[in-house]
């Protein structure tokens, strides 16, 4: 059986049990703020939202080097006899086009490099699936196919506790910024697959009512999903979040993952969300603490656990 080798990059902030359960390689994006550059994986988070709150002007950020992702590449090839690397979109990174150019560099190597249009707990959920995809003993053209339904059906929701930060970042002006927040406007943002940009999903009144919001999308969807939530330096909120989709649907058990400072440093702290999508009884079976076969209908879909 063909060996596959799974890469990310550090915006997929995958639990370290798991990254180191499944092998995989991750590509760090690089923070450069108050004149230090340090691979976003050996920052602290907590210590960097604590600085972001004191600071006028927000961190850069730069993509992985061409050498970076050839020496992952080169190290995963040893063990591996094929590659798929997984990346945030190409909408608001260089990453991925990097990556591919690392691939062609490599050729005859089996590598395949993929757009995931999202990132944090979007990019997550696909590489999560691919990772035990191979673990299950599934085809690199069947993981990919698992990966292609994830990316093309998933949705990313989140909302910001304050528009401080998409001021700073010059996303809009500062008068629209306090009037905004004098106002409590809070847009719940997505990544937009089509357009390959973060877009406003909708605006509501207060965070609390943006929370809602997001919730009600999650309940429009059936029991039928994987989802994971995430947040940006506020962990209590994010508890809150996860609890209140886990009272919904029980069975879901979705994870809280942190957004590192790449993402966070845009929508800045407390900025929470979640991202979901549909699933297919093929990726139903990968999760079989949740799912049994006979929760799965011969039409392909998959029915909420009795009790939830």
């Known amino acids: 059986m063909a060996r596959i080798g799974i890469v990310t990059d550090s915006t997929a902030y995958l639990p370290r049990s798991f990254k180191q359960l499944y092998q995989i390689e991750v590509v760090s994006l690089i923070i450069n703020f108050e004149g230090v550059s ?3 994986d050996e920052m602290d988070y907590g210590r960097f939202y604590d600085r972001l709150r004191q600071v006028s002007h927000l961190p850069t950020t730069s993509q992985p080097s061409v050498g970076d992702f050839l020496d992952v590449y080169r190290r995963v090839a040893e063990r591996a006899d094929s590659i798929i690397s997984i990346h945030l979109t190409g909408g608001i990174s260089g990453t991925v086009k990097t990556a591919a150019v690392a691939a062609q560099m ?70 629209a910024a306090v009037l905004g927040n004098l106002l409590q406007i809070r847009p719940i943002l997505f990544f937009d697959r089509k357009n390959d940009i973060i877009d406003v999903y909708e605006k509501v009144r207060t965070r609390e009512r943006a929370i809602q919001r997001i919730l009600e999308v999650v309940q429009k969807q059936g029991a039928d999903i994987r989802v994971c939530v995430a947040h940006a330096g506020d962990e209590a909120t994010g508890q809150k979040l996860r609890s209140r989709v886990t009272a919904v649907y029980p069975h879901l058990n979705p994870e809280l993952c942190p957004m590192g400072p790449v993402v966070g440093a845009h929508g800045g702290q407390g900025t929470v969300g979640l991202s979901f999508y549909p ?9 079989p603490v949740w799912w049994q076969d006979d929760n799965i209908t011969e039409q392909g879909n998959v029915m909420a656990l009795s009790g939830s």
Request: glycine share 8%.
């Open 38 to 40: 340090m691979p976003e």
């Open 106 to 175: 490599l050729h005859p190597l089996d590598i395949t490099v993929v757009d995931s249009h999202s990132t944090s707990v979007g990019l997550y959920l696909a590489v999560e699936a691919a990772a035990r995809a191979v673990e299950a003993g599934l085809s690199k053209d069947e993981v990919l196919e698992i990966v292609d339904h994830i990316i093309g059906h998933s949705l990313t929701l989140f909302t910001i506790d304050t528009l401080e930060y998409l001021r700073r970042g010059g996303r809009i002006g500062a008068a």
């Open 279 to 287: 699933l297919t009884p093929q990726i139903a079976r990968l999760f």
